[in-house]
């Protein structure tokens, strides 16, 4: 059974910095698609990050382009999202999901919600202004 736990989330003010972990459990994160979604107050969710299975393509959503970094340590199984420059309107729960197999072109430039099976149970990062 997949199994995945979040942490990292917090209350920081505007412009400064969090780094999310999602460690796994179940699932070798090193064959998996990796992704990060949010989801703020009233709004659908939505992906921030992700990373192909063959690692072979990294998509950001453009708001946090420059700004945010999708990684993963094998050796410890464990995925992250650094997060820099945070705005208030980076507030939300916080998702990270795998999945077995997701190329690029299935990924058409789009991390989507439904492409991902096993999902953690959120954490939560508040921007105050």
């Known amino acids: 059974q997949v199994q995945l736990v979040e942490s990292g989330g917090g209350l920081v003010q505007s412009g400064e910095s969090l780094r999310l972990s999602c460690a796994a459990s179940g699932s070798r994160l090193a064959y998996d698609a990796i992704g990060w979604f949010r989801q703020a107050p009233g709004k659908e969710r939505e992906g921030v990050s992700c990373i192909s299975s063959d690692e072979l393509d990294t998509v950001y959503t453009d708001s946090v382009k420059g700004r945010f970094t999708i990684t993963k340590d094998t050796t410890k199984n464990t995925m992250y999202l650094q997060m820099n420059n945070l705005r208030p309107e980076d507030t939300g729960v916080y998702y990270c999901?795998?999945?077995?197999?997701?190329?690029?072109?299935?990924?058409?430039?789009?991390?989507?919600?439904?492409?991902?099976?096993?999902w953690g149970q959120g954490t939560l990062v508040t921007v105050s202004e």
């Open positions: 999901a795998t999945t077995k197999f997701l190329n690029g072109a299935m990924m058409d430039g789009h991390c989507q919600a439904s492409q991902f099976e096993y």
